[in-house]
């Protein structure tokens, strides 16, 4: 018998359990956002991709060298499904763990995770401070200057496109739509 999917609310109950950082806690429910917009484009469930965007970070405050390790554990303890448990892992691919993405959930949060850190600082430096206006031409602007929220890597974004099997430049436009979508939630109105 498979695992009932916890409810948003009751991940991220768990989520605010392990992260007071604010920082952590808006790219949480950004990457749930742009992950509930992509289950649309690939056939997933809405609630599933969202959930899992919004706890794939759960273990980096409290235990950055253990990342997605300790969250397995919490995971596991907390009696989540196994493909929950499998996709957050698989999102440190190459960095934390070995667990390759293989479905398009696991592949879409790999993709997009440091994407949304890319286009929220692209956001912030425009008059406006916000993602509503934010244009493609902007983000591919600002993604050529590596000296640009150089805290991301743009060599696991390519990879995640590649992966999905989608054009970049059409990653990071549904990355800006699905971003919108939450942008009051993440301070990017």
Known sequence: METKIPTREEALDLLKRYN????????????????RHLASRYGGDPDEWGIVGLVHDLDYEQYPDQHCHKSREILEEEGWPE?????????????????????DLEKALYAVDELTGLVAAAALVRPSRSVMDLTLSSVKKKWKDKRFAAGVDREIIEKGARLLNIDRDELISETIEGMRKVAGSIGLE
Do not use: N
């Open 20 to 35: 007071k950082s604010e920082a952590l806690i808006t790219h949480a429910l950004a990457v749930e956002g742009v992950m």
């Open 83 to 103: 493909s929950c448990v499998r996709a957050v892992m698989s999102h440190g691919w190459g960095i934390f763990t070995d667990v390759e993405p293989k479905s």
